[in-house]
């Protein structure tokens, strides 16, 4: 339950308000909105900041963390795997809405666009009062406490190389059971990142694809996961791999 609402207008004004112990940051408001009756929460809604936008300085791309999933979908300057992940992520009516930082924040597991990110070695900016600091997002996702207090400001992405994605899902409209993206960097860098694996996405070496050892679930058992990301996985190293040829 919401008992508080802040609507900063500046970085410094919202960074203190989100040190407050309750604070909960709002990007688009679909995760806080969704669930009422939940805790008390002091909600610092981010929307006055100027933090949306996406730019490219021709290495990488800087998207604002309250860019909206509808305006990475639709961006030519997004790579387009991510473009595709972005749509998938979500209907329309809440990617309109949604925001990357959000999403990052809420740290779905089954993200797909999350996974895409991963794979492509997003880095995120988080800023607390005084100080600004940059992390990966695989470090972001796998430590609550690094976010805790902090507010994501953008997220940087390298534009190079090429990427695939795949997924497993019970039908075309439901979140996927297994997804796969690989990125190949252009130094030749594969990185393969997968969700429906373990508890969240995750960085796997190809060579390690035959150990994964998934979490079970009524859709699916940890014997057919572990099938599905050795199936995925072979597919989407391939394509970056023909990309590499061309």
Do not use: C, W
Not at 3 to 23: F, I, K, V
């Amino acid at each position: 339950m919401i008992t508080e609402y802040h609507r900063p207008t500046t970085l410094d004004d919202a960074t203190a308000l989100s040190a407050l112990p309750d604070a909960v940051i709002v990007g688009g408001g679909t995760v806080v909105t969704a669930n009422p009756g939940s805790n008390a929460a002091v909600a610092v809604d981010l929307q006055s900041l100027a933090l949306d936008g996406v730019s490219s300085d021709g290495d990488d791309v800087h998207i604002g963390a309250m860019t909206r999933l509808t305006d990475i979908a639709t961006s030519d300057l997004v790579p387009p795997v991510l473009t595709d992940l972005a749509r998938r992520e979500a209907p329309n009516s809440i990617r309109n809405a949604a925001t990357i930082g959000g999403t990052i924040g809420v740290a779905d597991p089954e993200s797909q666009l999350l996974v895409g990110l991963v794979a492509f070695g997003a880095t995120v900016t988080l800023v607390r009062s005084g100080s600004s600091t940059e992390h990966t997002l695989v470090d972001v996702i796998g430590d609550s406490l690094l976010d805790d207090g902090a507010i994501i400001t953008s997220v940087r992405v390298p534009t190079g190389g090429s990427g695939a994605a795949d997924r497993t899902a019970r039908t075309p409209m439901d979140q996927p059971i297994v997804t796969a993206v690989a990125h190949r960097a252009v130094d030749g860098t594969v990185t393969l990142a997968m969700s429906g694996v373990a508890a969240g996405p995750v960085v796997v070496d190809p060579g390690d694809i035959e150990d994964l050892d998934p979490p079970a679930d009524f859709r699916g058992s940890a014997k057919y996961r572990a099938h599905l990301g050795q199936v995925l996985a072979a597919r989407v190293l391939a394509a970056v791999a023909e990309e590499g040829k061309k």
